[in-house]
């Protein structure tokens, strides 16, 4: 079956969920532009999402993609806390911040019972996964609500757990993406593969569709990817600035910047490894380090820096996500790019 008749949609592009870059939309403007929009759910609560999927309801009609995470949450672990916040004390006395201000809490939480319902009652057409898959009693409940499941595969190893458990497709994500890396079973950074590599591997070994994320900003991407054999493509960076996309001002800047050029894998804004904007706390901290807490521990003392830091216009303390590719990017309406972005399609056009 081709991608299109699987997603339902007029093109085989998936606008990459960006849990606190973007809601409904973004998601909508893409839809309605033909392609597959995303709703990032990692983020909500049950109440928000709720509100979410009602605006969404409003501006389309097409189908669309509920994003979760699926991770398995950590026990808190003091000893690894109190050297994080040791790490971070020089921050908090430089910035003024009172360390017990720090809210202890998980705020990613994974897939649940909750969200399960949520899907039965919205029921949207697509369900995509980062971080494999939930537990299997709520995968089914996803599943028999009609859904199509997607998740993100880094190996060949991941992608062929995904497709034994009954994915409908697989996302190959490329080390180029942006965000947060989706990889589940092989956690050593070393065996990460850019897109060229990882792509053919999957095409070639899996009977399910396979999607090519990471790096991809234009037609031209979109079409190597699709000559490496992938079913279609899912985007992220190149959206974020779109005036749909609720990417912050200092985000914005940032990704207009020479300093968008480099980026890296970091652990410090999580707990888990994520490309973004190389920026201060990344070259003092990291960009990798093991004082981080599991995730989605480590957020919790990074965010009243990264707060006192926005609040003077600074991005020192702040995610910036963002794949190596998106220096080219440039503002312009979904709609728009995502007509660019499908150019890079008319030469597989009969692919569907
Ligand atoms: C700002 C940002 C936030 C992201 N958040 C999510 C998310 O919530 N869920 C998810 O599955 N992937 C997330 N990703 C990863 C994307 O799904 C995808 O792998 C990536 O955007 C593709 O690479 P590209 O950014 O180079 O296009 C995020 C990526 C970015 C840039």
Known sequence: ?????????????????????????????????????SIPCAMLTPAALRQELQAMRELTERPFNLNFFSHV??????????????ALAPYYDELGVDPASVVVGPR???????????????????????FGLPQPDLLERVRRSGAKILSSATTLNE???????????????????GGHRGHFLDFDLSRQLGLFALLPQLVDALSVPVIAAGGIADARGVAAAMAL???????????????????????????????????ALTNLFSGRPARGIVNRLMRELGPLSERAPAFPLATAAIAPLRAAA???????????????????????????LTRELALGFAPFAKRG
């Open 159 to 177: 992608a062929l757990w995904l497709q034994a458990q009954g994915v409908d497709a697989v996302i190959a994500q490329g080390l180029e993406a």
């Open 310 to 336: 926005e609040a003077q216009g600074s991005g020192d303390f702040s995610p910036l996500w963002a794949g190596q590719n998106v220096a080219g990017s440039r503002p312009m309406p979904a709609a728009e």
């Open 73 to 86: 949450p950590p026990e808190p672990d003091a000893a690894r806390e109190a050297g994080w916040r040791e």
């Open 108 to 130: 990613r939480l994974p897939f649940n019972a909750e969200a399960a319902a949520l899907v039965e009652e919205f029921r949207p057409a697509v369900v995509s996964f980062h």
């Open 1 to 37: 079956m081709s991608l299109t008749a699987l997603l339902g949609t007029d093109l085989p592009l998936i606008q990459a969920p960006m849990a606190g870059s973007q809601d409904h939309r973004l998601a909508a403007a893409v839809c309605q532009a033909g392609g597959l929009g």
């Open 229 to 263: 054999g992938a079913a279609g493509v899912q985007v992220g960076s190149a959206y974020l600035l779109c005036p749909e996309a609720s990417t912050s001002a200092i985000h914005r800047a940032a990704l207009q910047s020479p300093a968008a050029r480099h980026t």
